[in-house]
């Protein structure tokens, strides 16, 4: 399957040269970029993008909220940093790996690969559901709507809708009424919750 | 590109369709078509029945291959009234037959599952069901077929047209696949595994045939009525 970028980066000539090297290789497709970490959430979410490179400066001290925000809002999604300053190697935790900018072609495709490699890893041992996945389905199968579930849980629509997605993925159901029957049979709701 | 040489033709044996493709013998009686064919080829076979052979041989190519999609000048050739009369023999024989039975399974299982998950196991039946009666039988033959009907006999109307068709088994088929998940994966593996597997078979045919039966909507139907609106008066 193959992976899908987003590159955040306020350098256009550094954000492009990236997005050529990546796109020329197979297993991976650019399908954003963008130039301020603002709004990134719906994008990853519109773009179906499951690679992130970004420019860690531009999220300055709160790097690690950041991406550990963004990680639960989307699951799947790896962090890359795309270091073009010198910075403090703190901020460099959350991320998988780094790209640095005087990096050569061939040693960014092979860090991609290797990025690529460790999440399709992840993903194979990601089949329970998370507690804040788990809050969610319960709402589904008590008939509340996305947006009644974002107002509930003081989170966006966005992320309601991919929690929704992994659910999905992770049980195999699809249906609302799929749902219902698996957090019943799950012991996670009771007849008396359904109105 | 050079028609690749298929069993799915005019002057094949009729019988070797059916050792081609074994889910093609469901289609014979939506069809009209009787057992007993002896040696006789397709296009025999079909004016004996009163079948319109190019139809017949289109279905059944959707059939056993889901890439197949007939070009527009193949389809000139399609007789709307007969094309119709078979969509309306696939939603009897899913009504009348194939849910039934796999009701019958179910209930059998709703049964052994007792008080605990029993009502909810068949609530989600009944609303899927639903689901299914309204798209089939209040959507498709309350509005759709009696609008193309309507047009085949000349009259026009603003009140519906074709693209604003719901394509609406994607949900029916959802469901079931989920009801597979239920039956196989969730409930506790010790109520009636030997039924449960049995009904597995029954809703994966299902499933494959709901699909075959929309993409003759899609390809097939759909194409049809669109040139039929675009005629001139």
Do not use: W
């Not at chain 1, 790097?63 to 699951?75: A, I, T, V, Y």
């Not at chain 2, 049964?111 to 009502?119: E, H, I, N, S």
């Not at chain 2, 449960?196 to 759909?222: G, K």
Request: charged content about 25%; some cysteine.
């Amino acid at each position: 399957m193959s992976n899908r970028v987003i590159i955040c980066e306020t350098s256009e000539i550094i954000a492009n040269g990236l997005a050529d090297i990546i796109d020329g290789m197979a297993q991976f497709d650019v399908v954003a970029r963008i130039d301020s970490p603002e709004h990134l959430s719906e994008r990853i979410l519109s773009t179906d993008a499951n690679v992130l490179v970004i420019n860690p400066a531009l999220l300055g001290y709160q790097n690690k909220e950041f991406l550990s925000d963004l990680g639960k809002e989307h699951p799947n999604l790896i962090a890359v940093a795309l270091l073009t300053s010198c910075l403090d190697h703190s901020c460099l935790t959350p991320y998988i790996g780094v790209i640095e900018i005087n990096d050569t072609r061939s040693k960014i495709i092979s860090k991609m690969n290797e990025f690529a490699q460790s999440e399709t890893t992840k993903n194979a041992d990601d089949v329970e559901l998370s507690k804040r996945e788990t809050d969610v389905l319960v709402a589904v199968a008590k008939g509340m709507m996305n947006k009644e579930i974002a107002d509930q849980m003081n989170i966006s629509i966005h992320t309601v809708i991919s929690h929704r997605k992994n659910i999905t993925r992770k049980t195999g159901i699809k249906s609302v009424s799929g749902l219902t029957v698996y957090a019943l049979l799950n012991n996670l709701i009771d007849e008396k919750d359904l109105i | 590109m050079p028609k690749k040489k298929t069993p799915f033709s005019k002057d094949a044996k009729f019988a070797e369709l059916l050792t081609e493709d074994r889910r093609l013998l469901q289609l014979l009686p939506r069809f009209g078509i009787g057992l007993g064919f002896g040696d006789r080829n397709v296009e025999q076979v079909c004016q004996i029945n009163h079948v319109n052979t190019d139809l017949f041989l289109m279905i059944c190519e959707i059939y056993s291959e889901s890439g197949y999609k007939p070009e527009k000048h193949e389809l000139q050739h399609i007789d709307m009234g007969d094309l119709l009369s078979y969509l309306k023999a696939s939603h009897l024989y899913y009504l009348d037959e194939r849910f039934p039975h796999i009701e019958e399974h179910l209930q059998r299982i709703i049964d052994a599952c007792g008080q605990k998950y029993g009502p909810m196991l068949s609530h989600f039946y009944d609303d899927y069901k639903q689901e299914v009666m309204r798209h089939i039988k209040y959507y498709e033959e309350e509005v759709v077929f009696p609008y193309i009907e309507a047009l085949l006999n000349g009259k026009r109307t603003d009140s519906y047209k074709i693209d604003e068709f719901e394509h609406n088994h994607t949900n029916i088929q959802d469901t079931l696949d989920d009801m597979m998940n239920i039956l196989l994966k969730y409930l506790p593996g010790d109520i009636l595994p030997k039924e449960r597997i049995e009904i597995s078979y029954d809703i994966m045919e299902l499933s494959d045939d709901l699909n075959r039966h929309s993409l003759i909507e899609e390809r097939i139907l759909i194409p049809c009525v669109e040139s039929l609106e675009n005629a001139k008066p």
